[in-house]
């Protein structure tokens, strides 16, 4: 039988850096590989390539938000993307949270959202949106504070639930 133990999270230890296209995109490629709904969802095929994931970064881009890998002593453990200031509405919005599939379940996504908050502390909240039909991202924004908002439709019809974080100042 092999035995392998999760990292345990020091939450005085998480930390980030800016996205490094050249050298992270492997990482978002490699966590993301065998995940079909995100996958689905940001419309990567399932056979992909790093150049449908550079195309995803570039797409994001354009929406002035900020790429960031998560560290713990050194260790890369999450990639996150969120917009400081959306143009909807003005207030900060989580749009990926990534964790690296070895350090899953292990609080990592919901000590990094932690840190997310301190980075926007001036606001009130931090939004949230899933596919509404993706329960296990409800099930986590749920563990991590957030609450359910609304539900909202895009251009072609699809539902999202949009969930709020209060910020603790």
Known sequence: MIIFSIPHLKEENVDYRPFDEDKDIFLLY???????E?????????????????????????????WLVWQ??????????????AES???PWIGTVIVNPEYRRA???KEIIR??????????????????AFD???????????EQYKIEKDESG???????????T
């Open 107 to 109: 609080g990592y996504g």
């Open 115 to 132: 840190h997310i908050t301190h980075l926007v502390k001036q606001n009130k909240v931090i939004f949230a949106a899933n596919p509404f």
């Open 136 to 146: 296990d991202w409800h099930r986590f924004l749920g563990t991590a504070g957030f």
């Open 30 to 36: 490699n966590w993301t590989a065998k995940d079909k």
């Open 38 to 66: 995100w996958l689905d969802e940001e419309l990567i095929p399932e056979e992909s390539s790093a150049e449908d994931f550079e195309r995803l970064i570039e797409k994001y881009r354009s929406e002035k938000g900020e």
């Open 72 to 85: 713990q002593e050194g260790m890369d453990v999450g990639i996150t993307f969120f917009l400081p200031s």
């Open 89 to 91: 509405n003005g207030q």
């Open 158 to 168: 699809r539902e999202y639930l949009l969930f709020v974080l209060p910020i603790d």
